[in-house]
């Protein structure tokens, strides 16, 4: 893997949670637990994430590279898009943050060596650059066009062992449709089969779901924050994980009987009162000068 001179332009971030991205805690759980499961059962294959931004995944996916294992990023960073709508996406989303000396800091701050990286449109890993059946695990996070994402899970499969899995973003966002349309096309109509559902990642496999499925349900997820539920779709066993929601704190009734009695204006200042109490409760102790 090549090394290479990065931009100074911001600091290396400290902590993996400094690296910007919308890759969150239930999915990087997610994602450790299966890449680790895999190296336990003695699985070996590369890594491909299809979209990278910021490196805030990547760089996951690189803690868990075995030896002779390779990971390749494709993204288009700061290069034009080919095409009017994937330029449109890339403007309104992502132009003003997104560069390949940004990606190459963030990912070199917690690695020595950056991945193999291919600075160009998901599009072109369909020329048989990746071979075919060399991943255990393909991230797919780039655009969300119809089209394109339907290419970006072409290339997933081709790329992909047999029982290699398949991660997903977007694939229910209310702004990304053509995600959907895509995965579940592929779920219906492309063999996909559904192993695992958070609020942002759509999880599969082409081999066998249900070996994955009691890989997932070894780990105690409850104990970590996160509700677990179980569905059918077409024909698998589905995993979802969810955030555990707090519950709301529940004010006692002879307070409530007492905001609620009071008139507006009092109210108002009662409640101003109480949340000034609160912050002084909460504010660290003055020193003695």
């Not at 336990?40 to 995944?57: F, K, M, N, P, Q």
């Not at 977007?170 to 089969?193: C, I, N, Q």
């Not at 994980?241 to 009695?261: F, G, H, I």
């Not at 204006?265 to 409640?271: I, K, S």
Request: charged residues 25%.
């Amino acid at each position: 893997m090549p090394n290479a001179e990065t931009s100074a332009a911001r600091p290396a971030p400290v902590k993996r949670d400094d690296i910007p991205g919308w890759f969150f805690s239930l999915d990087r759980a997610a994602f450790g637990h299966l890449l680790s499961a895999q190296s336990a059962a003695g699985v070996t294959g590369d890594i491909l994430e299809l979209g990278s931004y910021l490196g805030r995944s990547a760089v996951l996916l690189g803690d868990h590279l075995q030896p002779g294992e390779r990971l390749t990023v494709c993204d288009l960073f700061d290069s034009e898009a080919g095409d009017a709508d994937n330029a449109a996406e890339m403007a309104m989303s992502y132009r003003k943050t997104l560069t390949r000396s940004a990606f190459e800091a963030n990912y070199l701050a917690f690695h020595r060596e950056l991945p193999e990286i291919v600075q160009a449109p998901t599009s072109v890993l369909a020329d048989g650059r990746i071979p075919a059946g060399s991943c255990r695990f393909v991230h797919v996070d780039a655009s969300h066009l119809y089209e394109h994402v339907a290419g970006d899970i072409a290339v997933a499969r081709s790329a992909l062992a047999e029982d290699g899995l398949v991660a997903l973003d977007d694939y229910r966002s209310e702004h990304t449709p053509g995600v959907s349309a895509a995965v579940w096309e592929a779920v219906f109509t492309g063999g996909l089969r559904p192993v695992l559902l958070t609020p942002m990642k759509f999880y599969g496999t082409w081999g066998d779901a249900a070996a994955v499925r009691e890989v997932l349900l070894r780990r105690d997820w409850r104990a970590g924050g996160y509700t677990v539920d179980e569905d059918t779709i077409a024909g698998s066993a589905v995993v979802r994980l969810n955030y555990q929601v707090k519950p709301p704190v529940e004010r006692s009734t002879s307070r409530r009987l007492a905001l609620d009695l009071l008139p507006p204006v009092a109210t108002r200042a009662t409640r101003r009162m109480l949340r000034t109490l609160r912050e002084r409760r909460a504010a660290p102790p003055v020193p003695n000068a």
